[in-house]
Every structure is written in structure tokens, then in C-alpha cells.
């Protein structure tokens, strides 16, 4: 049991988004995924500059509906990338006491490790499904149906305001641009989808180390108890050794797993800092948005029974 192999949906969306975020000690990245994850960068490059170039040139209703959340995720995913980054040092660090922690093999580490880990891995491979079908949808869907309803096109026919080319442009323009749009996109949520379970998987795994250390506690006060119960011996006995020698052991691992959780702490703070800053913004903006609305469907409804009465 180390760090790599506990969670699956890790190692995967690691090396799919093309983030190759450090894993393991030893290990290295083969050729063929340091090749595929230049190609995504390239990608998600070209789709960053096209965007910003679609919020220029597009209409300002349009960039500020349609163009503002994906400029906030891509500031929010590239940042938090950057952030860990420039931090491989640390997180190699990180992953060697914990490789070190996970050398007690014993069955209450596998089990503590396992239920950190398993609740959360069906409900993130359920968002990250349908939210890649939902981005799919979104970029494509509209954009394809008005192919067949005319042949020459401007900036505000994309769901997402971006600039591929000098509008107007043709039909074969717009597939193409609607392609490399989608792909983009969807490897911009898998960036920073992938660089949400990293991090979860970092604060999951630490918190496994404080419940293992928790239930051995538990696990040796209560048999302490029951032993002085039944002997009531007041001489220092081999009980009495291997109890001191296991509080040892329990004493020199809590140290590496604060040791751990300061390292975490420089890692993630500021990372975690603009998530929160970011969902209370989200969260406000949903909020403006469902007043909107509301207030909207209150006004013609109000206008409607105006005219019914009149």
C-alpha cells in the first residue's frame, strides 16, 4: 500500500487531464504521456487565447453572459496548477512520509485508508461523467444546429464567446472551431477536476493517519484497562514493555503526521482559500440569477393578469 495505488480515479484523471502531477518517489511519466500531456497544454493554450480574443471582439452582453464563468475557471485551474508546480519539492516530501506511514500493513491502516478513500470515489466519477457530457452538450449542441439553418456566421452564434477566425465565416469554420471549442473545454474541467481530487486525496489520506492513530489509542487504553483490571499487578511485566513500546511507535508516527499536516498546509492553504472565495461567488451569482429570473416570471405574469382583467 503506498500513495499511488489507494485511489484509482486519481492516477487516472492525473494522467488524462494532462496534468502529470508527482504521484510517487521513483516513478516517472512515460514518453508517450509526457507527449499527450504537450498536446493538451497546446490545446488548452489555443482555447485560452481564442477566448480571450471572443470576449474582446464579442458583443458585451454576450462576453459577460456566456464568457465570465469559463474565464474564472480557467484563472482558478491554472493557478492552482502553477501553485502546485512550483511546489514538487514539497509534495514529493509529502508523498514520502506518507509512503513511510503506509509501511504498517496492518489491517486497521488498510481499513482506515479504505474508508477514507471509497465514499468519495462513485460520487466524483459521477460529476466528472456528467459534467463532461453537460460542457459537451453545451459547446456543441446550438452551434451544430444552425448549420443547417444558414451558412455564414458571427461570434454571438457560439455558446462561448471565442475567436477563431474574422467573422463572418463558413460553415466548415464553424465545425472546426466548435471541435477544437469542445475539446478545449472539456479538458479545462478535466484540469481542474483532476487537480480537485488530488487535492482531496492528499487532505483524505492525512486524515487516515489521525483515525489510525486515534483507533490504536483506543485499541490500547482499553486493553491497558482490562489487563490492570484482571492482574491488578504492580511489578513492570512484558505487558507492560510492549504497551510502552507501542505508545512509542504511536508517538514517533503522530510527529511525522503533524510534520505532514504543516507541509499540507503550505501546499493547499491558498489553493483551498480561492476555492471558497470562488463558490461564495458562485453562489451569489446563482443567486442574482434566480432573483432575475423570478422577478422576470412575477412581471409577466403580473402583466398577463393586467391584460386579462383590462
Keep these: 500500500m503506498d500513495f499511488k495505488n489507494v485511489n484509482f480515479l486519481n492516477n487516472r484523471m492525473n494522467m488524462i487531464s494532462g496534468n502529470l502531477l508527482p504521484i510517487a518517489i521513483n516513478s516517472r511519466f512515460s514518453v508517450f504521456w509526457h507527449t499527450y500531456s504537450i498536446v493538451v497544454w497546446i490545446i488548452q493554450l489555443s482555447h485560452t487565447i481564442a477566448l480571450i480574443f471572443g470576449i474582446i471582439l464579442a458583443p458585451t452582453e454576450n462576453s459577460l453572459k456566456d464568457g465570465i464563468l469559463?474565464?474564472?475557471?480557467?484563472?482558478?485551474?491554472?493557478?492552482?496548477?502553477?501553485r502546485l508546480y512550483s511546489r514538487k519539492k514539497l509534495i514529493k516530501e509529502m508523498i514520502q512520509k506518507m509512503n513511510d506511514t503506509l509501511q504498517i500493513t496492518d489491517e486497521i491502516m488498510k481499513d482506515v485508508v479504505r474508508s477514507a478513500i471509497k465514499p468519495i470515489i462513485m460520487p466524483f466519477v459521477i460529476y466528472g461523467v456528467t459534467s463532461v457530457?453537460?460542457?459537451?452538450?453545451?459547446?456543441?449542441?446550438?452551434?451544430?444546429?444552425?448549420?443547417?439553418e444558414k451558412?455564414?456566421?458571427?461570434?454571438?452564434?457560439?455558446?462561448?464567446?471565442?475567436a477563431f477566425n474574422i467573422e463572418?465565416?463558413?460553415?466548415?469554420?464553424?465545425?472546426?472551431?466548435?471541435?477544437?471549442?469542445?475539446?478545449g473545454s472539456v479538458y479545462l474541467f478535466l484540469k481542474k477536476f483532476s487537480v480537485d481530487v488530488y487535492m482531496m486525496h492528499l487532505v483524505?489520506?492525512?486524515?487516515?493517519?489521525?483515525r489510525y492513530i486515534a483507533i490504536k489509542l483506543t485499541m490500547l487504553f482499553r486493553d491497558l484497562h482490562n489487563y490492570n483490571d484482571k492482574s491488578r499487578k504492580k511489578y513492570?511485566?512484558?505487558?507492560?514493555?510492549?504497551?510502552?513500546r507501542e505508545l512509542r511507535k504511536l508517538c514517533l508516527l503522530q510527529n511525522t503526521v503533524l510534520n505532514m499536516s504543516f507541509i499540507l498546509k503550505k501546499l493547499l492553504s491558498v489553493n483551498f482559500s480561492l476555492l471558497y472565495i470562488n463558490n461564495v461567488f458562485r453562489f451569489c451569482f446563482?443567486?442574482?440569477?434566480?432573483?432575475?429570473v423570478s422577478n422576470n416570471i412575477i412581471l409577466k405574469e403580473t402583466i398577463i393578469f393586467a391584460t386579462i382583467v383590462i
Aim: proline residues 2%; charged residues 10%; aromatic residues 16%.
Design 204 to 210: 483524505l489520506m492525512l486524515t487516515a493517519q489521525y
Design 70 to 82: 469559463s474565464v474564472v475557471v480557467t484563472v482558478e485551474a491554472f493557478f492552482m496548477l502553477t
Design 286 to 292: 446563482i443567486g442574482i440569477l434566480l432573483s432575475a
Design 151 to 162: 451558412f455564414t456566421f458571427f461570434y454571438v452564434d457560439y455558446n462561448l464567446p471565442t
Design 236 to 244: 513492570y511485566t512484558i505487558d507492560d514493555q510492549w504497551t510502552e
Design 168 to 183: 463572418s465565416f463558413s460553415n466548415r469554420i464553424l465545425i472546426l472551431s466548435i471541435i477544437l471549442k469542445t475539446i
Design 133 to 148: 457530457i453537460s460542457v459537451t452538450i453545451y459547446h456543441a449542441m446550438q452551434p451544430i444546429v444552425l448549420v443547417f
